[in-house]
């Protein structure tokens, strides 16, 4: 299991550094929401590993999904992450397949994440169970789960161990790999270990506990810690 962090700033790129993958986000944007693609240069310029770029929690629209993936892949993100803001198994295939081959057609070593969100009942958006086979079909890297909305409940409020645990399995299975997020604490390490993903997103736990705050190098050096 490793540990992405995500900073808002060169700055907090700097705190970040002890992290498996920086991943580059604009927390003001959104759940996924993207920054600028001189943030992303220089952040990838600054650290010595892998740097992920949010590129936005998207509506259904398959052209502008894929330039804006293609945009952060030679901005110098290693892993370009979407959000799927919509519901229906079609529309996101179609984002989902442009996505894909907008990054892989022009940067084949790079790695694509498809993430859908935990609270999708609450957002009317496509669940993760539904979400990640067709991630897997188009050649996706990986496919995550995260919270949509940003209120302070994480994404143990809205699927349980066990149901997580049969995300992972079921990725497994579909040979696409699992990354898990959504206003993760430091309490909920144990059973992210049990549930044992590739991959675990993080914000507001190396914030103090607040995603608007300022990412903290002890934080960051904690959470590895325990990651590992």
């Not at 892949?73 to 992450?81: L, N, S, T, V």
Request: hydrophobic content about 50%; aromatic content about 6%; charged content about 25%.
């Amino acid at each position: 299991m490793q540990l992405l962090v995500s900073p808002a700033s060169l700055e907090e790129a700097k705190a970040s550094l002890a992290a498996d993958i920086v991943d580059v986000k604009r927390p003001a944007e959104g759940s996924l929401g993207a920054n600028f693609p001189w943030i992303i240069r220089a952040i990838k310029e600054l650290v010595q590993k892998p740097v992920s770029a949010a590129i936005g929690d998207y509506a259904y629209l398959p052209g502008g999904a894929s330039l804006a993936a293609l945009g952060a892949a030679a901005a110098g993100a290693d892993y370009i992450k979407i959000g799927l803001m919509f519901d229906g198994e079609d529309k996101a295939r179609d984002v989902i397949e442009a996505v894909v081959r907008a990054v892989k057609e022009n940067y084949p070593e790079k790695m694509v994440v498809i993430a859908a969100y935990s609270d999708f009942k609450r957002l009317d958006t496509i669940s993760p169970m539904d979400m990640a086979p067709l991630a897997a079909a188009a050649g996706a890297d990986y496919a995550m789960i995260d919270t949509g909305i940003k209120d302070g409940k994480s994404t143990f409020a809205f699927m349980d161990e066990a149901l997580l645990s049969s995300f992972c399995e079921m990725n497994k299975k579909n040979k696409i790999r699992s990354a898990l997020a959504g206003s993760l604490r430091f309490e909920d390490l144990p059973v992210l270990k049990r549930i044992n993903p590739d991959l675990i997103g993080v914000r507001g736990m190396v914030c103090g506990g607040d995603r608007t705050a300022m990412v903290r190098s002890d934080l960051v050096a904690k959470a590895i810690a325990m990651v590992h």
